[in-house]
């Protein structure tokens, strides 16, 4: 009976035991563990939009159409005003620079573009030498400022600046001998685009631009005074960007 005793209360203090360590245990580890979640410094995440920030370079291709008017100040001729109407394709470059604010990205570029947006008219009576107008664009260059909204990797933005061409307008109007007037104009020029990242620092726009070139006195026959020409043009163009400055950025 005794020795029934005696191991029944070994058994209990054995229990005793077990159950105060893992009480004096208890408080020791979970809060600390807690605690050590709680200061743990937040893994950095990737940020999946880029930063527009910063120079880039490019090349454009793509087509043009529009109008040359030629108004006669002398009405020698009965059926002016005249229009030329143009179309064709043109290439060329850019260089710019991006700031980004948020979701705003502010800017300005430079391009150059080679032409060859051309177009005529020719009488009705193919015997007559009084009335053939051509107008050629063999160069164009714009200088303009930017401001967009970008979201994820697309970029959306309108831009507006001055414009130059190089035109070359042929005429033989009251005279059988064909004048060939090769003249720069300058004007204004307003347009939007849609722009898309692509892979690393490489993107992709779609953009189109209204350019106008205003009223200037050009002598295109033997009238007593010059004519009023203008000019105007739609271009759409295709671009490819490459963005210096522009990496992917881990959040802090």
């Known amino acids: 009976m005794t ?6 209360a070994r058994h209990w203090l054995a229990y005793a035991v077990i159950i105060a360590a893992t009480a004096a245990a208890w408080p020791l580890s979970t809060p600390s563990a807690i605690a050590a979640d709680m200061l743990a410094p937040p893994r950095p995440s990737a940020v999946t939009s880029p930063l527009w920030t910063g120079f880039y370079i490019g090349v454009h291709g793509g087509g043009g159409w529009g109008s040359s008017r030629v108004q006669d100040p002398d009405f020698q001729v009965t059926y002016f005003p005249a229009r030329v109407k143009s179309s064709g394709g043109l290439a060329g470059a850019q260089v710019g620079a991006n700031w980004q ?13 080679w032409a060859n947006v051309k177009g005529s008219i020719a009488p ?11 107008a050629e664009f063999r160069a164009l260059a714009t200088g303009t400022g930017r401001v967009g909204y970008a ?18 307008f042929k005429s033989a109007l009251n005279t059988p001998f064909p004048i060939d007037v090769n003249h720069q104009r300058s004007g204004l020029t307003a347009g939007a685009g849609l722009e898309m990242a692509l892979l690393g620092n490489l993107s992709a726009r779609l953009e189109y631009d209204f350019i106008y070139f205003g009223e200037a006195s050009i002598s295109l026959g033997s009238r007593r005074n010059p004519s009023n020409v203008d000019h ?21």
């Open 3 to 8: 020795i029934s005793v005696a191991r029944s």
């Open 101 to 113: 604010f948020g979701s705003i990205v502010v800017g300005g570029e430079i391009d150059a573009s």
């Open 124 to 134: 009705d009576d193919p015997t007559s030498i009084l009335s053939d107008l051509s």
């Open 151 to 168: 979201t994820g990797n697309v970029l959306g933005y309108a831009k507006a600046g001055f414009a130059w061409a190089n035109i070359d």
């Open 232 to 252: 105007q043009l739609h271009l759409l163009k295709l671009a490819l960007n490459w963005r210096f400055n522009g990496d992917y950025l881990l959040a802090r």
